[in-house]
């Protein structure tokens, strides 16, 4: 297998990990493993509404629970509040937005969900606020970038940039540290494909070359019967919930694995790697 110096875990705050996530977060064990890469957790707690103590908490609970190990990155919530947390990287995503604003390719937006939801049944955005020139230091508006001259999915046409709360958008925020971090390998679920799309297209304008030439790999998502996508709020394939029923972790591998329809018996995260090719 080809050689890499870094990748990262990347979860978010938001609700408690589910099956998903594990399968998500250990098939990038078993691949740095492999590869050679270290390992980044990385807390993406930029979202601040949605970040809670209990779901930092349930982070370390689960990585711990089910062995995956890390290199870098906060060993606990402590080093996480102390060092770690987004929060002390805003710096780093200004200085992006500064520059997007300098090269001219951002533009205002005040549309509200209900007017995007009005233009596009999906809400997909047609670029309606790109000729109304709303100065950028208007409150209340997200920055979205032009990318009319990109051949991006249309979900990520004028993607967000800065939301309206003034911290920078997901998008954003997940390249520059992944720039930062110098990660050459990338593995999250196929659900965020049209993310790598937009992120790749913002790199090429940031001049961030190293994120252009990463590798990405795109897991399939476990799906609850063989069709529902899991969610953070079900309870049921919740990590927490196997963990607090005393369940060992070897059969939480073992339901991830069943889960994929693999042909063999999973144990542990190591025996995740052939599942890709
Ligand atoms: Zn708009």
Redesign the pocket.
């Known amino acids: 297998m080809q050689q890499f110096t870094s990748t990262r875990i990347a979860p978010t705050p938001s609700g408690f990990l589910h099956l998903g996530n594990a399968y998500s977060f250990a098939l990038t064990a078993a691949l740095a493993k492999r590869s050679g890469a270290q390992i980044l957790l990385r807390i993406d707690d930029l979202d601040r509404k949605r970040v809670k103590s209990e779901y930092l908490a349930d982070i370390f609970d689960t990585l711990s629970y089910l062995e995956i190990p890390w290199d870098t990155g906060p060993r606990d919530y402590h080093e996480y509040e102390a060092t770690f947390s987004q929060v002390h990287r805003m710096a780093l995503y200004e200085d992006a937005l500064r520059q997007l604003r300098a090269k001219g390719v951002v533009f205002a937006?005040?549309?509200s969900r209900t007017t995007l939801l009005n233009g596009h049944p999906q809400g997909v955005y047609t670029g309606?606020?790109k000729t109304k020139r709303l100065s950028l230091d208007t409150p209340g508006c997200s920055w979205r970038i032009d990318t009319a001259a990109a051949a991006l999915p249309e979900y990520m046409q004028y993607f967000v940039v800065r939301k309206k709360d003034g911290f920078p958008a997901y998008q954003l925020a997940s390249l520059v540290d992944d720039t930062h971090f110098g990660i050459d390998l990338v593995v999250r679920g196929s659900d965020l494909w049209e993310s790598t799309q937009a992120q790749t297209y913002l790199a090429e304008v940031l001049g961030y070359p190293a994120f252009r030439d990463a590798t990405f790999c795109h897991h399939p998502l476990l799906t609850a019967n063989g069709q529902e996508k899991l969610s953070k709020s079900a309870g049921a394939t919740s990590v927490r919930y196997f963990r607090r029923q005393g369940i060992a972790k070897e059969e939480i591998y073992q339901t991830i694995g069943r889960l994929l329809g693999l042909a063999y018996p999973v144990y542990g995260w190591q025996d995740l790697v052939p599942s890709i090719g």
């Open positions: 937006c005040d549309c309606a606020c």
